[in-house]
Every structure is written in C-alpha cells, then in structure tokens.
C-alpha cells in the first residue's frame, strides 16, 4: 500500500495545498503508514528513550533478587 501511496506522490506535481477538512483523518491514516511526523533523534525522544532502558535495566536487574523470595513464598 505504501508503495502505491509513493508512486502517487511523485506523479504529482507541485501544487498548493487548499484547507482540508479531514486534516486530522488524513494524518491519522498516514501516520499508520508510516508516514508521521515522529523524528526519533530530537533530544527529547533520545531522553526518553535513555530513561526507558535505565527502567528495564532496573527491572531486569532487580527481578532475579526477588526470584528466590517468590519461590519460598509458593513453596
């Protein structure tokens, strides 16, 4: 579907835009393609995703130390 939506991007030519009264639809439909406006190297998405694997690595560190806890608790 994305290939048909590019092919018909590039047969059009320049032309201005009139208002839209589906703008929303339309960036909603585009961003499921893949076609968002999400730019993952601002500051701000790298931060987020700094914090996010400081969480899992929390997570991941922490699980096994509470594994034996949980086993003698069930046994």
């Known amino acids: 579907m994305s290939i048909i939506l590019d092919a018909l991007r590039r047969e ?3 032309q201005t ?3 839209n ?3 929303a639809q339309t960036d909603a439909v585009l961003h499921t393609l893949g076609y968002g406006r999400f ?3 601002t500051a ?4 987020k995703r700094l914090v996010a694997y400081l ?3 929390v997570v991941l560190a922490t699980a ?3 594994a034996p806890l949980w086993l003698a ?3």
Request: no cysteine; proline share 20%.
């Open 12 to 14: 059009r030519g320049q």
């Open 17 to 19: 835009p009139g208002p």
């Open 21 to 23: 009264p589906n703008a």
């Open 39 to 41: 730019t993952p190297n």
């Open 44 to 47: 701000l998405n790298r931060l």
């Open 55 to 57: 969480a899992l690595a």
């Open 64 to 66: 096994p130390s509470f």
């Open 73 to 75: 608790e069930r046994f």
